[in-house]
């Protein structure tokens, strides 16, 4: 009865907090008001405007078929919450309830969602990292300013790093007419997400677009002229490149530095939560205040052996943080698990390439539908006898099919008949993605004390 | 009440003015087998789910000697190759996406936009055309003309020949209805010696087309050159009369159930005369309410499908009955209400997947324009009989007459 007591006065006048003003905050709020929150709401947001979309941004915006300042996320509602744009929040006292941010402020809160995204990557070298024409591409403002650059016409764009982001800023780089390089540390672009296979037809898609791509290859520097502009690449194979402008893509780092000694389980991979949202503190106990959406949640996932995801999508965005808004103010019978299967999509070269399931967890893949020499095919990934991932370059109208395929477990490799299967999909092949041995995070949470009652376990933060 | 008689009732015309009721008793088994080898599918999500499976073919050749029956002679007989419609990738992928080139994105992105004005101008055109009477057939005077005007100037057909064309769709059109009391014999001679008509036109046509292109789709059709080639010239013909005929039949059907629905529905007609912003959800309420096309019988399975509790064996023939799938409840709360306001509309009449409707950008400008010149320019207009008299077909199902009386126009 008081735990009913407690959560009808929560929806009508507790205090909610969201740190991280984007899209999965933003979608929360929003889900927080429809769901009947009544009481007040506070979104905190480092960055200086409203939430904002990001896709448009490595590929309508280089393009310069829209304006940076034209990528609002539509409100659905109004929200009546207090914004705290363009202050980051830099410490969490769970103890007492209240987020401390960065100009001194402290706001308190009843329960708090943490949805603080990633941050791009910096190019490791700081003084390489701030030469004139070295960027990354994350936030509007950065996109804004990479725009500005490719529209003064550069001489060459040295892009490092051929995941999605790389592939789509070569991809405008080339719309554009500018030269391209792309220097891959793996054997093909894209190669971590989908595969050895797969990465060998965006590795084909590239170079006919005149992508000058070199891969198993490491930018060891960037050096520039004396008034600090970028002049040229030193790559691992002891060539050099004449560029000036290079476009860090080497992936995100989450943004959980503000956590550190707070005893929530943040670190370089994310914050650990439960299926529901709710976030585990550092002895891997689950918090009831505390819940986390978006890029910076790693979350158990049934379909996927409950092993913990964190997924940079858009769609798992919107989705977390409508659930997590919905446990927020719900009682424990009436919450619902994150089961959102992983999709994302992107657009580069003129391909539309979508996927979903966990390619990643993919050992062997065969062509279900389509060929890969037309570029046009549909790929479907199998581990343990099961299909886990479907990819699609230029076939989406099909996923449909194969994410009910991951739901349910369907076997791999298929053995029915299809529409479009070719010879070459009739057996799976290794689907050649790189050794995961490769080098990785250590570990950021230590157990020190010998007896039960003296354990202790210390969050590290370890270097991203 | 036997399945055999469920079926029976849906195509018998005496139910023509209100499926809904068996769609209904239909829903009740999302599956249901119909004799050896016809399986109907009414509910929304199994619906969805085998519009999106890749085992599930569109190419009447792919059908067992036992479920073939007269659908697969119709097709041997017919002196056109199957069009997209009736093929699987790749060539379905080819043909369409060669088709996609003159009329939308990528390469086309403003086709159908861009004759927003010469639409609308026809749309007045044709109510100036009711002069001073105070009773119109709709179909006739407005919702027939409307879109066969359209696809004609689309494709570029000349308009002194449109009235030939209004002859052989309506027989090809009459032909795809899979009518069990019909006599079929009779049926397919009909839709053949129409089909020939129209090639043989179409090939004229396409002569003349090839020496001297215009801005039209039948011109870019014959002339292109893009990544995948260029059409063969039969090619060219099976698209042209695909389009033709599915520019005819069903937006004729769009216009006419929306004006229906909104002379049932006063209070909307009324919102839509003040602001006419609401066209837009309300024509897609009105997909979902009352689809021009209420189900797709063309299909087949290239293995055993294990669906909504029924194995589909491989070869079977496959009906989705897209119009019970739109009033499931389990997709749409209180789905026999009209309601434009719906926030969530992921209707099923234009299909989905890879046969998803091409002509729907066009199907829904074309409608969102009529039923708006409609709401603001007839005073007070009321149905002269509910329901009107029904065409024959109960694939593309539509009123055959819907006469309305009004005060007069406005201008």
Redesign the interface.
Known sequence: MSGDHALEWLRREGRIVIVGASLAGLRAAETLRKEGFAGSLTLIGDEPHEPYDRPPLSKQVLLGHASADHTELPRRRGLDAQWRLGVAATGLDMAARRVRLADGDEVEYDRLLITTGVRARPWPHPAEAELDGVFVLRTRDDAARLHRRLAASPRRVLVIGAGFTGSEIASACRERGLPVTVAERGAAPLVGALGGVIGQVAAELQRAHGVDLRCGIMVTGLEGDSAGRLRRAHLSDGTTLDTDVAVVSLGATRNTEWLAGSGVGAGPRGIACDAGCRAFDIRGIVTDDIFVAGDVARSPHAIFGYQFLSLEHWGNAVAQAETAAHNMISSSSERRPHLWVPAFWSSQFGVNIKSVGVPSLGEEVIVAQGSLADHRFTGVYGYQGRVIAAVSFDQTKWLEFYQRQIETAAPFPPEYSSVDRRPEGLRPVPADFPDPSLPTHGPSVTVSGYSPTDQRITFTPARA | MTQDTLLRQITDYANRADPYPLYTELRKKPVRQEGDELFVVSTYWEI??LL??????SDARNLSPGAAGTLLQEEEASPLPPAFLRL???EH?RLRRMTMRPFGPPETPRRVNGMRGELARIVDGLIDGFGDRKQVDIVDDFSYPFPVTVICRLLGIPREDEARFHAWADTIAAGLDPDPGGDPGEQRRATHEARTELGMYLSGLIDERSGAPGDDMLSALVTQHGPDGRMTRMEVLSTAALLLIAGHETTVNLITNGTLTLLRNPDVLERLRDDSRLAVPLVEELLRFEPPVQLLPQRTT???IDIGGTTIPKGASVWLVLAAGNRDPKRFPDPDRFDPDRPDIQHLGFGS??H?CFGAPLARLEAQLALTALAQRLDAPRLVEDPPPYRQNAVLRGPRHLNVSFDGLRS
């Open positions: 969805k789910s999106h499976d890749p085992r599930i073919s699987d990738p790749p992928d290239l293995a055993d997947g890879i998803n």
